[in-house]
C-alpha cells in the first residue's frame, strides 16, 4: 500500500499547499451566500416548525460546500495532470487502479470535509446550532463527498480539456446542487415539483445531513442514506471500471 499512500500524500498537499484557494475562498463564498439569502429570504421562505430560515440554510451551505470541493479535487488534479504530461508518473508505477480511486477519492473527502467544517465554523458564530443526530452529519457528510469525488475521477478521465471539465460541472455539478433543496425545503414547493425534486440524488444528501442538525427531514434519513449508499456504489463501480481499463488514461 506504499504507492497508495504516497499518491494520497501528494493529492493532499496538493491542496494543502494553496489552502488560501482551496480552502479559505470557499468558505468566504459560502458566508457570502448566508448573509445575502439570510437577509433577504428569512421572513418568505417557509421551513420546518421552529426552524428559523438562516439556522436552516446553515447544513445546506455546508454540505453544498462539501460536494462542490469534493468534486474540484479529482476532477481538477486529473485534468491538470493529463494536459501538463506528469500523470506517467502516476501510470508508471505498480499501481492498482484499487489505490488510484482510493487515493483520489479519500484526498477529495478530506478536502471536502476540511472546507465544510470551515463554513460550519464560521457561521456557527453568528447562528447557533444544535446536533440531533451527529452520526447522520458524519455519514452524509463522508458519503456525499466520497459520491463528488467519485464523479469528480469519472469526470477527469472523461474530460480532454479544461473546458470540457468545466462543462461538465456547470451543466451537472451546479445545477444538481443548487436545485437539491440547499436554499429551501422541497414541501414547500407545488406536488409536480416537489416529486421532480427527488429524481435528483443531490437531494437526498443535503437533506439527509440537514436531518442530522434538527431531526426533521422532508424524506425518511434511512431511505436518504440507503439511496446514496446506492449511488455511491454505482458510481464507484464505474470509476473504477475506468480506471482498470486505462479509459483516455493509458490509450
Known amino acids: 500500500m506504499s504507492g497508495f499512500r504516497t499518491l494520497f500524500y501528494k493529492e493532499i498537499l496538493r ?91 479519500l484526498a477529495s473527502v478530506v478536502r471536502g470535509i476540511a472546507v465544510g467544517f470551515g463554513v460550519f465554523i464560521v457561521t456557527v458564530w453568528f447562528i447557533p446550532m444544535s446536533f440531533a443526530a451527529p452520526l447522520y452529519i458524519l455519514a452524509f457528510a463522508i458519503l456525499g463527498s466520497a459520491i463528488l469525488g467519485t464523479l469528480g475521477l469519472i469526470a477527469g478521465v472523461w474530460a480532454d480539456k479544461f473546458d470540457q471539465l468545466a462543462a461538465f460541472q456547470n451543466f451537472l455539478i451546479m445545477p444538481l446542487t443548487f436545485l437539491s433543496g440547499v436554499f429551501y425545503s422541497t414541501h414547500t414547493l407545488p406536488p409536480i415539483w416537489r416529486e421532480v425534486s427527488r429524481l435528483n440524488p443531490f437531494f437526498y444528501m443535503i437533506d439527509g445531513f440537514r436531518y442530522g442538525f434538527f431531526g426533521m427531514s422532508d424524506v425518511s434519513p434511512l431511505a436518504s442514506l440507503g439511496i446514496v449508499g446506492g449511488f455511491f456504489v454505482v458510481l464507484a463501480g464505474i470509476a473504477m471500471r475506468l480506471l482498470a481499463s486505462g479509459y483516455k488514461l493509458r490509450h
Open 15 to 105: 491542496f494543502y499547499k494553496v489552502a488560501f484557494q482551496t480552502v479559505l475562498a470557499p468558505v468566504i463564498t459560502a458566508l457570502l451566500y448566508l448573509m445575502i439569502f439570510g437577509h433577504a429570504l428569512t421572513s418568505h421562505v417557509e421551513v420546518y416548525p421552529g426552524v428559523a430560515y438562516t439556522s436552516f440554510l446553515v447544513p445546506g451551505l455546508v454540505m453544498m460546500s462539501v460536494l462542490q470541493n469534493a468534486f474540484a479535487n479529482s476532477s481538477s488534479s486529473l485534468i491538470q495532470s493529463k494536459i501538463t504530461g506528469n500523470l506517467v508518473f502516476v501510470l508508471l508505477p505498480p499501481l492498482s487502479h484499487w489505490e488510484m480511486y482510493f487515493a483520489y477519492v
